[in-house]
C-alpha cells in the first residue's frame, strides 16, 4: 500500500503530552535520552488505530492469528529462520520478557551473566529474582568500537552460572554482533549449560554495511536453549503501546517461561495488537526511509562530535540510533551526564548507570529531527568552550 512517509524534518511538540521523554526535565532542557524517537509512527499504524478506535468496543483481547503468521513470515523472510507457529509467545514488553527468563530459568542465588555496559534493566534483572550478577565486559578498541572478550566471557562463568542475556544490537555501544562471535558466545554457553535469554528489540534498526543475526537462527542446537525477544516498538515507534515477542522453539523452555509470568503478565492489549499487526504487514517503506534519515543523523553527528565537542569521541554504531560517547578526555568538573545538564541543558543518559566501563559517558538519542539535534550539539558545544583546557607542555 503506498503511503506518504513523514517530513522526517518537522518538529512535532512532544513537550505538551504525555510524554516522559520531555515532561521528565524542565522546559528548558532538550531530552536525548529515553529511547524512542521524535517522530509519527507509520501511517498505516494511524488508521489502522483509528478504525479500531471507532470500533468502540474494547473487551478482553486475544492474540490474532494473522499477526502470528506475520511475525513467522517475517523471521524467515529476514533471517532465512523457520519457527512454528507455537514458538511465539506475545508479551507486554522486552523488558518484561527478561525478567521471564530470570525466573523461568535460574534459582536465588545462581548466576546471570551481562555484558557491561548495557542497557540498564539488563544489568539489573538479576535483583528482581534474588540471582547473582556475573559480568563479562566487552572490550573497548582503540577505535572506540567494542568487542567480545571470549576470555573473560568464558572465565566468568562459573558453577553457578545459568543464563546468558545478550543484548544485540548492543544498548548503549551500537555494536552489531557479527554471525562469528554470536557462534563463539553460544558454544561457550553450551558447552557450560548456559541457557541464552537475547534482547534483540534494536534488530531493525541496522545501518548500511551491517546485517542482524538472530543468535538462535545459527543452528537447531542453539535454538533449543534460547528465548529470543523481540518487538515492533523501536522499529516502527511504537513503545508506549507496549507489544513484544519472544520466540522459544523448545516446548519445555516456553513452558517454564510462560509460567514464570503466570498471574502477572498477559498478552498486549488490542490497541497494541492492532498497531503490531498494521507496522509490520504496511510499514517497511516508512521503516527504510527512517533508516536513511537517522544514519545521516548518525553520521552528521560523528562529524559534529570530531569537529565541535573536544575531548570527545564516538564510534559510529553500527544499529540502534544511540550515541555512545567516551567524555573522559574532556576534563570535564563532573560527570558529563550532570555537566551537560547543568551547563548545556541538554538531558542525556548517564553512562554511570549502565554500569562498569560506563563511568565518563554519556548516551546520546539521534532519532529526531536535525534541528533539535544540532541545537542540543550547538549546546554542548558551547559548553565546552567554557571549560579550562588542558596545556599541553612544550
Known sequence: MAYTVPDWDTTIDRRHSDSLKWTHYPEDVLPLWVADADFLSPEPVLQALQRRVEHGVFGYGAAPRDLIMLLVERLHRLYAWDVSPESLVLLPGVVAGVNMACRAFA???????????????????????????????????????????????????????????????????????????????????????????????????????????????????????????????????IAGLQCAFAVIPDEEMRRRFRAAGAGLVQVPNVLALVAAEAAYRSGEEWLASLLAYVQDNRDHTARRVQQSLPGIRMAPPEGTYLAWLDCRD???????YQFFLQEAKVALGDGHSFGPGGEGYVRLNFACPRSVLDEALDRMAAALARVPRNETAD
Open 107 to 237: 534459582s536465588p542465588g545462581e548466576g546471570v551473566l551481562v555484558q557491561p555496559p548495557v542497557y540498564p534493566p539488563i544489568l539489573q534483572a538479576h535483583r528482581h529474582a534474588s540471582l547473582t550478577n556475573q559480568q563479562a565486559p566487552l572490550a573497548r578498541e582503540a577505535d572506540g568500537r567494542y568487542v567480545v572478550d571470549l576470555e573473560t566471557f568464558r572465565r566468568t562463568i562459573d558453577d553457578r552460572s545459568r543464563l546468558f542475556i545478550l543484548c544485540n544490537p548492543h544498548n548503549p555501544v551500537g555494536r552489531v554482533f557479527t554471525g562469528a562471535e554470536l557462534e563463539a558466545m553460544a558454544r561457550i554457553c553450551l558447552d557450560h549449560g548456559l541457557l541464552i535469554c537475547s534482547d534483540e528489540i534494536h534488530c531493525d534498526l541496522i545501518y548500511s554495511g551491517q546485517r542482524h543475526v538472530p543468535i538462535a537462527s545459527l543452528d537447531p542446537e542453539i535454538a533449543a536453549r534460547t528465548v529470543t525477544l523481540m518487538a515492533p516498538s523501536k522499529t516502527f515507534n
Open 330 to 336: 574532556a576534563n570535564l568538573p563532573c560527570s558529563p
